[in-house]
């Protein structure tokens, strides 16, 4: 698993905190606070895909499609991220910013979704308990699991 928790220094928790609720709403909402949102959300997502890729495929009988849910993610999360960072290179005036962030709300939603998805997944192709074993006995998972 590495020396880290898989989703590195953010959680989707941490990543929602990071932009904050105030960034993308009311008097706040400005093409500064667009880009500064996005730049947190794609450090966050490109340290989120980086760390998925870096997994590898585990080496138990359902080993195949975690590496296939986790290598999906790891695709879907880069894509969305592009989506946002257009959203905001596009944004003209008010009511550009206004339908960016509406584009980068939907956005993290769909991102959540995705997230929910992959470990879903998971907990399906790990019939014999192997992926969720090795979770628990994984020190750098203990942040995830609860465990350690």
Known sequence: M?????????DLVEL??????DT???GNLSADSLKTATSGITD???ELASDLKDLGKPDTDAG?????ATDQL?????DDVQTMKDA???ASGAAGAATAASTIVATLSKMGT???SAATKLQQADAKGELEKGFKDASSCSDLTGSG
Request: net charge negative; no cysteine.
């Open 64 to 68: 195949d499609k975690a590496k296939e």
């Open 44 to 46: 966050a997502t490109n």
């Open 24 to 26: 993308l709403r009311g």
């Open 16 to 21: 929602g905190a990071d932009v904050g609720p």
């Open 114 to 116: 995705q997230v929910s």
């Open 88 to 90: 905001v290179e596009n």
């Open 74 to 78: 790891s695709s879907d999360v880069k």
């Open 2 to 10: 590495g020396g880290r928790p898989l989703l590195g220094d953010h």
